[in-house]
């Protein structure tokens, strides 16, 4: 599905995928990054249906 540009514009833009992770892991709710396809950096959603959501490996530092 293709990102609506009203929802890319109002969203954070992450240049880089490292910097998007580190938010993400930050966050107080499990967030995920992916590369948008309207302006091809990265934003965070809480969406998972029909995504696989990878689960942690051991403790969190």
């Known amino acids: 599905?293709?990102?609506r540009l009203s929802i890319c514009s109002k969203k954070t833009r992450y240049?880089?995928?490292q910097?998007?992770?580190?938010a993400a892991?930050?966050?107080e709710i499990?967030?995920?990054h992916y590369r948008c396809d309207r302006c091809r950096?990265?934003?965070l959603t809480?969406?998972?249906k029909g995504k696989l959501v990878?689960?942690?490996r051991g403790p969190v530092p």
Not at 19 to 22: G, K, S, T, V
């Open 54 to 56: 990878p689960q942690p």
């Open 1 to 3: 599905m293709r990102t």
């Open 15 to 17: 240049r880089f995928e």
């Open 46 to 48: 809480s969406r998972t």
């Open 19 to 22: 910097d998007a992770l580190e």
């Open 30 to 32: 499990t967030l995920r």
């Open 41 to 43: 950096q990265f934003h």
């Open 25 to 27: 892991r930050s966050a």
